[in-house]
């Protein structure tokens, strides 16, 4: 079970980062089941060493902000209480959208592990 915490009316979980062996915490993740992706705030994940390399795919992505550039990467592992996944490919942005975030766990992660959100008791479950 992992505990929703409500921030400007959102639902938000704590997510943890691992990237090369380095792992960081993140405490203001939004859970979305509105965004297709996965993305974390750049400026949060510099701190485990993640930045742009050569070979990184950059793209556009899209939603209620507008646009935002953003490339990807994939992370050893991406946690949210007991709920990992290793080899997980993410987005890392600016993530300029007027609340302080250091991600959004998006529609992608939550499928691959078959999330469950409980908004009555604010949990979410997996299989």
Known sequence: MISITIKHDLPFVEATVTFRGQTIKCENVLLDTGSAGTIFN?????????????????????????????????MDV?????????????????????????GIIGFDFMRELGLMIDTKNMNVYYK
């Open 42 to 74: 750049v400026d949060k994940l510099i701190e485990i060493g993640v930045k742009p390399e050569p070979n990184d795919m950059t793209h556009t992505i899209y939603g209620v902000g507008g646009a935002e550039f953003v490339y990807s990467k994939t």
């Open 78 to 102: 991406i946690q949210i209480g007991d709920a990992r996944l290793q080899n997980f490919q993410i987005e890392i942005g600016a993530m300029d959208y007027g609340l302080e975030l250091d």
